[in-house]
């Protein structure tokens, strides 16, 4: 089958890799992605991506996708955009760029101070439960 990445221009982070034999198709694919599942079908701009054909059973990964293809994706904490070029110059008072710091079982990816925040937790949680053996 062949490979398609889907984008909706308006969105930051609105692209999407869908299986499917014609354009038509592929967008309805993706608009059945979390990542699309909103967006307006006349505005969907679907592209070949032959480097993913034949990949249905084994689809790109975000991870994949940020770290060898150059896409960005959301810290699942913040929100800030996670890229893996990100560098000084891409910040944005509004909307900061981070690199990728701990990627999650399930795909999701936190920047440094969430992964920081979210281990500050995890340590609290255990002493809370060590105080409570004891």
């Known amino acids: 089958m062949k490979a398609w990445k889907v984008d909706d ?3 930051e982070n609105g692209s999407v890799i869908v299986f499917a034999d014609t354009r038509s198709m592929a967008k309805q694919q993706a608009l059945r992605t979390d990542q699309l599942w909103d967006a307006e079908f006349c505005r969907l701009r679907p592209r070949r991506a032959p480097k993913f054909d034949g990949r249905e059973e084994s689809p790109p990964t975000v991870r994949e996708l940020v770290e060898e293809h150059g ?3 959301d810290c699942m904490g913040c929100g800030c955009r996670i890229d893996a070029d990100a560098d000084a110059s ?3 008072e509004d909307y900061p760029v981070r690199r990728p710091v701990e990627w999650l079982e399930h795909g999701s990816v936190r920047c440094a101070d ?3 925040r979210a ?3 995890d340590a609290e949680r255990q002493r809370r439960l060590r105080e409570r053996r004891s």
């Open 114 to 116: 969430c992964a920081a």
């Open 71 to 73: 896409w960005a994706t």
């Open 9 to 11: 221009p308006e969105l």
């Open 90 to 92: 891409d910040e944005d």
């Open 119 to 121: 281990d500050e937790r």
